[in-house]
């Protein structure tokens, strides 16, 4: 396929000509040069001349690309978050891989920048870790190669620390029930965010001492996941 380098904008709608009005109350019609009301012999709209005949049909190109540009306002996508769009549209795949490969030489389209920002996004937002993150962007169609460097955006000293302030904030709501249910509901609450095992018994252990528990007792409760 020969690829398009005008790109020119979708056509705009018209605004519609409202027209003139007439009374409904046997007032006279605006527009009548005599003050009659014509309004009861005026044909039903839609029905004035001939039917118009139908135009041609839409350029699956311009279609495609109307669609990711609705899609990109406001919210970055990925290549293949678009592609399943057009595919669910109809748009043929050749067709759609040439607009997307187009959207992404003008930057449209930016996966690594994308992965990027969801890193950062989700992790301060949510206090996800690396292995939560990387499954998200999975989901998402993002490249391994990229989310591996994405997720590098994080150490594993800003893990733990994200996962100490995780623990610091649910630790008043867990006061009152027992050592053991305390253990669990902490450390399931960091796994289910993503953190390993071993750092997640670790951080939780800590803040547990830290309030007074007894470390031999927490020893002999530490859940296995």
Known sequence: MT?????PEPPQRPFGDPGRTTSREGGRGRGSADGEDRSATAPPFGEVGAEAEPGPPPDPEEQARAICLRLLTGTPRT????????????????????VLSRFEDVGLIDDAAFAGAWVESRH?????????????????????????????????????????????????????????????????????KGYAEGLALRVV???????????????QHLPDF
């Open 205 to 219: 252990r800590r803040a547990l001492e830290e309030e007074g528990e007894d470390p031999e007792l927490l020893d």
């Open 124 to 192: 301060h937002s949510r206090g996800l870790a690396r292995r939560a993150l990387a499954r998200e962007l999975r989901t998402k169609g993002v490249d391994s190669a990229l989310i591996d460097e994405a997720v590098g955006q994080l150490d594993s000293e800003q893990e733990e620390r994200t996962a100490r302030e995780l623990v610091e904030r649910k630790l008043r709501s867990t006061r009152g029930l027992d050592r053991d249910k305390r253990l669990r509901r902490l450390a399931g609450m960091l796994a289910r």
């Open 3 to 7: 690829r398009r380098t005008d790109w």
């Open 79 to 98: 290549r293949k978050q678009l592609a399943d769009a057009l595919h669910k549209r109809g748009i043929p795949d050749e067709v759609a891989q040439e």
